[in-house]
């Protein structure tokens, strides 16, 4: 079935770059999603990626899509401590892209001073 | 322009008591997708409703209903509560082919 996955910690100097990795399954993917959580909160959508897209840059963040691989990251610039969440790596192909999105398990990012 | 809202936002109920959890989607925004998060599981998808119809499912037992209303206004609903339906529930809305939304979540515990 469907699946994605990345890697649970990742810790960075502020100031640094932070690159969060992942990788999915379904090569049918519609929409590929980088969203954010703190805690006690809910998600909030950082940025996204259509499936037929290679790269997307918004401010600070950049993701690279490799269809080939099923290879998705999500690059953030000049990271600073308020960037320290949870960031899930998700992807979808129902009609409504809120439909039916598989999240991975997210990674946690933790900045150092 | 208004997020999404869900209410209540914190609830405590007891086994085997029922629940049902509101959410407001933005203005315009016909569908409605539920999402219940916890730290086991992680996020999964649970339904979406999408002009007051159930558009799809994912693999949650029939406790767990939901239902929305002409104004896209959405409940979900669970029965005979489990100690293991504590959880953070999220609920998300978006236009036809648009990005999703996501509220706040109601947090769920269940004593």
């Known amino acids: 079935g469907e699946d994605v996955e990345q890697s649970l910690f990742l810790s960075v100097r502020e100031g640094d770059s932070s690159v969060i990795n992942c990788t999915y399954t379904?090569?049918?993917?519609?929409?590929l999603y980088w969203y954010k959580q703190e805690p006690g909160a809910g998600l909030q959508l950082l940025t996204y990626?259509?499936?037929?897209?290679d790269m997307k840059q918004d401010q600070r963040l950049t993701v690279l899509l490799n269809k080939k691989d099923k290879h998705l990251s999500l690059r953030i610039a000049d990271t600073q401590t308020g960037d320290s969440a949870i960031y899930f790596c998700?992807?979808?192909?129902?009609?409504?892209?809120?439909?039916?999105?598989?999240f991975g398990s997210g990674t946690r990012l933790s900045i150092r001073p | 322009k208004a997020g999404v809202t869900q209410t209540p936002r914190y609830l405590i109920k007891t086994r085997g008591q029922q629940v049902t959890l509101s959410c407001s989607p933005i203005?315009?925004?016909?569908?409605v997708s539920w999402y219940q998060q916890t730290p086991g599981q992680g996020l999964q998808f649970l339904f979406e409703y999408f002009s007051e119809t159930q558009r799809n499912k994912g693999n949650f037992p029939g406790r767990f209903s939901g239902r929305q209303f002409s104004n896209s206004r959405s409940e979900m609903n669970v029965s005979t509560l489990e100690l293991g339906d504590s959880a953070l529930y999220l609920c998300?809305?978006?236009?036809?082919?648009?990005?999703?939304?996501f509220g706040p979540g109601t947090r769920l515990t269940v004593l």
């Open positions: 998300a809305s978006s236009v036809e082919g648009g990005v999703g939304v």
């Open positions: 203005s315009g925004h016909r569908s």
């Open positions: 379904d090569s049918s993917s519609t929409y």
């Open positions: 990626i259509f499936s037929n897209m």
């Open positions: 998700a992807e979808s192909t129902g009609y409504s892209s809120a439909s039916k999105i598989i």
